[in-house]
């Protein structure tokens, strides 16, 4: 089974692990830079993406292994922390580049801050329900990015090489395919 670590800093982790272990992985949080030598995978979770950045930045090592870890490592990133993922933020906010794609945070509008929809998806098994809270949206991606799901023609779950990213909260709920294509491609 893969050792998959949760970056446990801040905001809704726990969700990610009790949907991993179901799925067989075995999981551990991530709160130094020592936690992330022999994992196979990292999940960035959601929450407050300006809070994560303001704890790696008072823990610089932390925040210089994860930097290096995103190049080389299979990471899943949902909300805050396709936020930490993406390679441009607006309003501005440093980030660890490793999708190329452009995110503004909270801009679904103020009636649909925080939602549940449905995102059309080429995963096996039909539409995928979609928890949005205070989500980022996708405003830009390159070519090298493949978008997995979309609401209305705007991504929501996106996939370069081994790094994917979700807008929404694919850990809430009962479905677990997200978690499932993201650990096949180990
Ligand atoms: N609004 C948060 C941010 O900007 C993201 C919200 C979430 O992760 N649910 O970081």
């Not at 994992?39 to 090592?61: A, C, F, K």
């Not at 909300?79 to 906010?93: F, H, N, W």
């Not at 990015?145 to 996939?159: E, F, I, M, N």
């Not at 990213?165 to 096949?184: I, K, Q």
Request: proline share 6%; glycine share 10%; net charge negative.
């Amino acid at each position: 089974a893969p050792t998959i670590g949760i970056l446990a800093l801040q905001g809704a982790y726990e969700a990610h692990a009790r949907m991993l272990s179901q799925l067989g992985a075995d999981c551990l949080w991530v709160r130094t830079a020592a936690d992330l030598q022999g994992i196979d995978g990292l999940v960035l979770p959601g929450g407050e993406s300006s809070t994560m950045l303001h704890h790696l930045q008072q823990t610089p090592q932390l925040y210089a292994a994860l930097q290096e870890f995103v190049t080389t490592k299979p990471c899943l990133g949902t909300c805050a922390g396709l936020i930490l993922l993406a390679q441009a933020v607006l309003p501005q906010q440093p980030s660890l580049g490793a999708l190329a794609v452009t995110v503004q945070r909270n801009a679904y509008g103020r009636q649909r801050d925080s939602h549940i929809t449905s995102a059309q998806t080429n995963l096996a098994g039909g539409p995928l329900e979609a928890v949005f809270i205070r989500a980022p949206r996708i405003t830009a991606l390159s070519p090298e990015v493949q978008v997995l799901a979309d609401c209305d023609g705007t991504p929501v779950l996106v996939q370069q090489g081994q790094v994917m990213g979700c807008s929404f909260h694919p850990e809430l709920g009962a479905d677990s395919r997200v978690h499932a294509y993201w650990l096949n491609g180990f």
